[in-house]
């Protein structure tokens, strides 16, 4: 099963090292990993996703919170959350299909951030399962030059956020 788990982490040189490191000592895949400063500026919350049975994610769970560096753990897939992914579409589109491929990205919620025949550039943020959707059918109408994608970023719909307590 795939998992979703956000991380509070010290904003320290060699902190990210040691999480990845525990994933690939114990042989674990990271799907996505995304990190950046929160409100405070010594944690930063890493988001990553990977793949495995509830036993497997509490004992990954577990290990992450042994790690000096970490200062909270959620697997937010174990409540109701909310997850977008961000993907960077560069397309070569045929002039006549151009309005066809604007109309799309319109529709389904996305941007085109530039319209160039060699290098129509667009712009989705949804969940994995629409930006899958998006990129297949994008594929169908347009040559796809260049697919990059953020990997997911989560929140919890709780009332508890995921924040350092002092």
């Given amino acids: 099963m795939r998992h979703i788990i956000a991380i509070l982490l010290q904003n ?14 114990r042989g674990y895949n990271i799907e996505s990993l995304s990190v950046a400063p929160t409100d405070d500026p010594t944690v930063s919350r890493l988001t ?3 793949k495995g049975s509830d036993a497997v994610i509490q004992q990954i769970v577990n ?7 970490v200062v909270n753990v959620e697997d937010m897939t174990l409540g109701e959350h909310l997850e977008r992914e961000l993907v960077l579409l560069k397309l070569k589109v045929r002039p006549e299909r151009t309005d066809t491929v604007r109309g799309h990205v319109i529709r389904t919620g996305g941007r085109v951030l530039d319209p160039a025949v060699d290098g129509f550039i667009v712009e989705l943020t949804a969940s994995e ?8 059918d994008l594929g169908q109408n347009a040559d796809l030059l260049e697919v990059v994608r953020s990997g997911a970023l989560g929140i919890g719909r709780n009332a508890r956020p995921l924040r350092v307590v002092r």
Wanted: net charge negative.
């Fill in 12 to 25: 320290e040189a060699g902190a990210l090292t040691r999480v990845a490191g525990l994933f690939s000592t």
């Fill in 48 to 50: 990553l996703v990977t």
């Fill in 63 to 69: 290990q992450l919170n042994k790690l000096v560096d």
């Fill in 129 to 136: 399962a629409e930006v899958n959707a998006f990129v297949a």
